[in-house]
């Protein structure tokens, strides 16, 4: 597996686009690599419907074993989404300081809250991927070490927490 060469397609979150800092050295460093890598900007990202992202991924993306998803922060819940409707094992999943409930640590996000209906079949979603990798900030900046815990859990996630550059990377 160290030689192949894998399709990353990398999820923004709430409020974000693909421009964010990380996601652009993230998407550079790969594509240097020999990876292919897609990142789109998700549809209406300051009041986000994530089924409405979902179908636009799955229109835009191929969906298989070779696939890696990045996820960062609600772009986690919709790569729980989009494995639950597609129903394809993928090569893995990164989470990046991702969460299952909309209970954050700073301040409470009403149109996160009402972006989708918090329900995962995470028993199925367990079986869609090869590897789930969590990615947590050690400050509890935004979401807190027991969803990251929770995370880890019911996915059987290898959990890492770190201290990032910027709380919530």
């Known amino acids: 597996r160290k030689n192949k060469k894998y ?22 460093n790969l594509e240097e690599q020999g990876h292919t890598v897609t990142a789109l900007d998700l549809p209406n990202v300051k009041k986000p419907n994530i089924d409405e992202q979902v179908d636009f991924l799955l229109e835009n993306v191929n969906v298989d074993e070779s696939t890696i998803f990045v996820g960062h922060s609600l772009g986690g819940n919709v790569i729980l989404k989009l494995l639950e409707k597609v129903n394809t094992k993928v090569a893995k999943v990164i989470f990046v300081d991702g969460y299952l409930r909309p209970e954050f640590k700073d301040k409470q996000r009403p149109v996160v809250e009402q972006s989708c209906d918090w329900k995962f079949d995470l028993g199925k979603i ?6 789930f990798v969590g990615i947590g900030d050690v400050d509890e900046t935004v979401i807190g ?4 815990k929770e995370m ?4 059987g ?3 890492v927490i770190v201290k990032p550059v910027l709380g919530h990377f």
């Open 145 to 148: 070490l027991d969803q990251h």
């Open 157 to 159: 996630a290898r959990m």
């Open 152 to 155: 880890g859990d019911v996915l």
């Open 7 to 28: 399709h990353y397609v990398l999820v923004h979150g709430y409020w974000d686009a693909t421009d964010f800092a990380w996601l652009l050295w993230l998407k550079k």
């Open 126 to 131: 367990k079986n869609l991927s090869e590897e």
